[in-house]
């Protein structure tokens, strides 16, 4: 009997081991170059506030490429590189279906928040445009100042991401995302040096920008063309401005305009 026991219990081993083998192999570190251009270009154009942190192929699932934003924001991808929507839907908590998170080279821009999903979701970041991509910090070395900001105004919001940058218009501040409770609806929120709250960022398409600030590109940026989203800035004192991401092909900029079209700064 005792013999028995113990070869079912070898043959469990051996059989785990295969699995975990077999999962593993089902995910493969993949870097910026390896990835499609239709995947760089939708993270260029729909998330040009942030950054690819890292990347993975994935076998055995619906969404066979998973990318994840410096946001921590995740996308899914088929391996066309044909936009799927939120990755969280497609892959565990850890990332991908092996629980094994492995990370590539990614440094292009992208990202948003306020969303993230379809042509429309919102978001934040950097990218190579300036602003938006800064240095991350923990969670739990945000002032008490902040974190009491947020619990009051944002009390079924959730703080996932934190970092320090710098906005031409402010200087150095410190950027907190948060998510909803749905995790339907991702924010930015900026603070300056002292951790007074600075305004509230959201992803929003080109094509909603108000008209005066779309002639402003015309008329001073005749040579660039938009990415199809930017982002809508609500500052403390309820004005609005749009940091609008632009490039001639060679030359990207992060440009910062008020509402009525005029350049507040740009990056």
Excluded: W
Aim: glycine content about 12%; charged content about 20%.
């Amino acid at each position: 009997m005792r013999k028995i026991i113990l070869l079912m219990l070898a043959f469990t081993l051996v059989m785990s081991s295969c699995k975990k083998d077999q999962l593993s192999s089902d995910v493969q570190s993949v870097t910026d170059a390896n990835l499609t251009a239709t995947i760089n270009d939708y993270v260029e154009n729909y998330f040009p506030d942030a950054t690819i942190e890292s990347a993975v192929k994935v076998g055995n699932s619906a969404a066979e490429v998973k990318v994840t934003l410096n946001t921590t924001e995740v996308l899914a991808f088929t391996a066309k590189g044909e936009y799927l929507g939120d990755g969280d839907a497609y892959f565990d908590g850890h990332g991908n279906q092996s629980g094994d998170t492995l990370v590539g080279n990614g440094h292009h821009g992208g990202g948003n928040h306020g969303g993230g999903g379809g042509h429309h979701g919102g978001g934040n970041g950097g990218g190579h445009h300036g602003g938006g991509h800064g240095n991350s910090i923990p969670i739990d070395s945000l002032s008490v100042t902040i974190v009491d900001f947020i619990t009051v105004n944002y009390p079924s919001f959730t703080i996932k991401h934190a970092g320090l940058d710098s906005i031409c218009q402010f200087g150095a501040v410190t950027e907190v995302m948060i998510n909803d409770s749905t995790a339907s609806l991702r924010l930015k929120l900026a603070f300056d040096s002292s951790d007074a709250f600075l305004f509230i960022a959201e992803r929003a398409l080109f094509t909603d920008v108000p008209q005066a600030v779309i002639d402003a590109i015309a008329l001073n940026y005749p040579a660039y063309t938009s990415r199809d989203r930017c982002e809508k800035f609500t500052l403390a004192a309820g004005n609005i401005q749009y940091r609008i991401y632009l490039t001639d092909g060679q030359t990207r900029l992060s440009v910062i305009f008020n509402e009525d079209g005029t350049v507040v700064c740009e990056e």
